[in-house]
């Protein structure tokens, strides 16, 4: 069994930009309910320099985040550490990043994926839209059915 990161970021206190860690939390239920022991979760606002430590400790990890991006309901995209950029300011740590820090300082590599679920609406309220809602069933669908499979691999719906 892959020892496996669950990691949801975003502020639940802007509506869809919750995506992230209200996923999370509905995947750590099931994970729970299914007696999975080989997939851990986390959650935070954002993604910060110190979690290259914390990826460092599994062979898998799964990031996810809300996107503003033109997809249909969610993306789920393999992240390459060379594709990292040093942002001007560390409020834009990205998942390519983290992975990069991690290989840097820690010689660790884990096979690495981002969850884009596609969000509407970014106002100061604590609530999803029901669409981002319905994008948010669909990715879990689509990530039960890979971790059933033991099969994770890049797509677009």
Same mark, same amino acid.
């Given at each position: 069994?892959?020892? !496996?990161?669950?990691?949801?970021?975003?502020?639940?206190?802007?509506? /869809?930009?919750?995506?992230?860690? @209200?996923?999370?939390?509905?995947?750590?239920?099931? *994970? =729970?309910? %299914?007696? $999975?022991?080989?997939?851990?979760?986390?959650? +935070?606002?954002?993604? +910060? $320099?110190?979690?290259?430590?914390? *990826?460092?400790?599994? %062979? @898998?990890? *799964? #990031? &996810?985040?809300?996107?503003?991006?033109? *997809? =249909?309901?969610?993306?789920? !995209?393999? &992240?390459?550490?060379?594709?990292?950029? &040093?942002? #001007?300011?560390?409020?834009?740590? @990205?998942?390519?990043?983290?992975?990069?820090?991690?290989? /840097?300082? #820690?010689?660790? @590599?884990?096979?690495?994926?981002?969850?884009?679920?596609?969000?509407?609406?970014?106002?100061?309220?604590?609530?999803?839209?029901?669409?981002?809602? %319905? +994008?948010?069933?669909?990715?879990?669908?689509?990530?039960?059915?890979? $971790?059933?499979?033991? /099969?994770?691999?890049?797509?677009?719906?």
């Amino acid at each position: 069994m892959v020892k !496996t990161l669950l990691y949801g970021y975003g502020n639940p206190g802007r509506m /869809d930009d919750g995506l992230g860690t @209200s996923f999370v939390e509905d995947f750590q239920r099931w *994970i =729970e309910q %299914e007696d $999975i022991k080989n997939i851990h979760t986390d959650s +935070n606002y954002q993604l +910060n $320099i110190e979690d290259a430590e914390k *990826i460092s400790a599994y %062979e @898998s990890v *799964i #990031f &996810v985040d809300a996107s503003k991006e033109p *997809i =249909e309901q969610f993306s789920f !995209t393999k &992240v390459d550490a060379a594709k990292a950029r &040093v942002e #001007f300011t560390m409020h834009a740590v @990205s998942p390519a990043y983290v992975l990069y820090l991690c290989k /840097d300082l #820690f010689q660790k @590599s884990p096979e690495t994926y981002l969850l884009h679920i596609k969000g509407f609406e970014w106002d100061f309220k604590e609530t999803l839209t029901p669409k981002a809602q %319905e +994008n948010k069933n669909a990715a879990m669908q689509f990530l039960k059915q890979q $971790i059933k499979q033991s /099969d994770l691999q890049p797509s677009n719906h």
